[in-house]
């Protein structure tokens, strides 16, 4: 009996390799079959299943998780020790067992088509168009920032509770984009009650892939948290690149009508644009920083103190953490996937 359970769950273990494969390396067979296929009514699944529970239960399941590990461990204690293979196999399996379900549910999104390849978007630019776009960004933050602000020092307040901004950011799909229609959102964003944790770790905010509930930071503070709700719900509907997320995050801030979203978009479209734009001349991004109005600067100050102050000794492991994963997970550029959406932006037409 004992035989057959370890056949069983290896057995388990190399199917799901085999699929991991299979999807990491055609693309086109993992939109179809995966992505577009069987993910959206398991993501309805979830949502019917969640998405009505008015808070995180992905933050509970979590905590019920790693409460039956110590559990678990203190009843076990001694085995531990004494039966190292038997530690071992119960660790593997739990391994197996959540990396199938992280697949299943969500996870092999990290493996379908480019999203820049559906929409016919190069990735690529000169140096002329990123200094057209830039400029095009600042003028069109400065315009929204002198139709939402007191005056041209002033910083703009968001006028709504994290919930409304939910609600809105729900409201901002779906979209359409170059003949694509698929973009719908599944309308389950909340705060993560974890949110502390995730400010030390460095994080604004998350896809649960078990319970598919979009979770953002509610401790966050500025402009930025619109952008990143939008942002996570792109995550829901299965977009796993980072860049993708941003870019499916940015274009549904900015076509809503709401000037607080639309804000939102400029200043974070304006904030990897200048960012790169540092990167290629110096004297460049210092002639548009002066260009840019004292009020957007404040925005921007009021987001990096407020992260800056949770600064830890922590933070770079989690973030090198999620680097490997990323890289593990078909995401070359790892964690500065986030600035591949430089590229979208500007060829975004």
């Not at 990123?130 to 939402?148: F, S």
């Not at 007191?150 to 003949?179: M, Q, W």
């Not at 407020?306 to 994963?325: G, I, R």
Request: charge should be positive; glycine fraction near 4%; proline fraction near 3%.
């Amino acid at each position: 009996m004992e035989r057959k359970k370890i056949v069983r769950k290896y057995s388990i273990f190399a199917i799901l390799i085999a699929f991991w494969f299979i999807f990491r390396y055609f693309p086109t067979f993992t939109e179809w079959f995966y992505s577009e296929g069987i993910y959206p009514f398991i993501a309805k699944l979830l949502h019917l299943a969640f998405g009505w529970v008015p808070f995180s239960m992905g933050d509970v399941l979590y905590t019920l998780f790693f409460v039956s590990i110590i559990i678990g461990s203190m009843k076990h204690f001694s085995k531990l020790w004494k039966k190292p293979l038997w530690t071992l196999d119960k660790v593997v399996s739990k391994i197996i067992r959540i990396a199938l379900a992280f697949f299943i549910l969500w996870g092999f999104n990290y493996f379908r088509m480019p999203l820049s390849e559906r929409l016919g978007i190069s990735t690529t630019y000169t140096e002329a168009q990123l200094y057209k776009a830039t400029e095009e960004a600042i003028v069109r933050a400065n315009g929204l920032h002198q139709q939402l602000a007191l005056n041209d020092s002033t910083k703009v307040t968001l006028p709504f509770t994290h919930d409304e901004i939910y609600r809105i950011a729900h409201e901002a799909y779906p979209l359409e984009k170059n003949g694509i229609t698929d973009f719908h959102a599944i309308k389950s964003v909340k705060s993560s009650l974890y949110s502390k944790l995730l400010t030390y770790m460095g994080y604004s905010g998350y896809l649960n892939p078990f319970t598919n509930e979009a979770q953002v930071n509610r401790k966050m503070v500025g402009y930025a948290i619109p952008v990143t709700a939008c942002h996570e719900v792109a995550h829901q509907m299965g977009y796993a690149a980072e860049e993708e997320a941003n870019y499916l995050g940015y274009l549904a801030a900015k076509k809503i009508e709401n000037p607080y979203f639309r804000y939102s978009a400029a200043l974070f479209a304006l904030r990897y644009l200048l960012s790169e734009v540092a990167k290629v001349s110096p004297e460049k991004y210092d002639n548009y920083y002066v260009q840019v109005r004292k009020g957007i600067l404040e925005n921007y100050k009021e987001v990096r103190l407020f992260w800056q102050q949770y600064k830890n000794k922590a933070e770079p492991v989690f973030k090198s953490s999620y680097d490997v994963f990323l890289k593990a997970n078909k995401q070359s550029a790892g964690i500065d996937s986030y600035d591949l959406v430089v590229g979208l932006i500007i060829n975004d037409k």
